[in-house]
């Protein structure tokens, strides 16, 4: 683990290989799982705003859910989460042309109805956040439907911080970011 600021970051963002393969796994992160994606509490009122925007691209059952229960529910951790239908997909999914599932609030986005890109968890996933009495960690996670991006990333030799550039930049800042690319090119020299 080394620490930037006031995160403590596993050297797995530094060793790990990984680019999405969206062709090969068709989004299943987004319909797969048993809770929904966390949210930060800056985002409950700003994906609530964007339902008009992006309620068209939902389905029937996502927006049942929404109507019954709302956009997020509280998880065992005591964190608010986005809703999820039938146990598992996330209430902001759609399915795209080519069978691939993504998200309507990152479609929104592209399209230029939005500046809002999607829940920064989504964005930054693989890596996981866990907040701590004075620290952030900053963990990748592994999960089998993501083996694909493994392998992607290994034939690229990406490392995972350094496909999640954009997203950790936008939650941690670029002098953040300046600081994990010096101590991966300090740890490589060891």
């Not at 068709?26 to 048993?34: F, L, N, Q, Y």
């Not at 994606?37 to 800056?42: D, V």
């Not at 911080?161 to 997203?167: T, V, W």
Request: hydrophobic share 35%; glycine share 6%.
């Amino acid at each position: 683990m080394l620490q930037i600021e006031d995160t403590v970051v596993s050297f797995d963002l530094l060793d790990e290989k990984f680019v999405c393969d969206l062709a090969s796994c068709k989004g299943e992160c987004c319909i797969e799982g048993d809770e929904g994606a966390p949210l930060e509490e800056a985002e409950l009122e700003i994906i609530q705003d964007l339902l008009p925007v992006i309620w068209d691209d939902l389905t029937v059952e996502a927006k049942e859910v929404i109507e019954k229960h709302g956009i997020f529910y509280i998880d065992r951790a005591g964190e608010p989460v986005t809703s999820i239908v039938n146990g598992a997909e996330c209430v902001f999914t759609y399915t795209d042309e080519h069978g691939i599932c993504k998200c309507a609030i990152e479609k929104a986005f592209r399209e230029g109805k939005t500046d809002f890109y999607k829940p920064i968890s989504c964005h930054l996933y693989p890596v996981r956040l866990q907040k701590y009495k004075g620290f952030t960690a900053v963990n990748y996670h592994r999960w089998g439907i993501c083996d694909c991006a493994r392998t992607l990333g290994g034939n690229l030799i990406v490392s995972v911080y350094k496909f999640l550039k954009e997203p950790l930049i936008r939650k941690f800042g670029k002098e953040w970011f300046t600081q994990l690319e010096i101590a991966d090119r300090e740890y490589k020299k060891r």
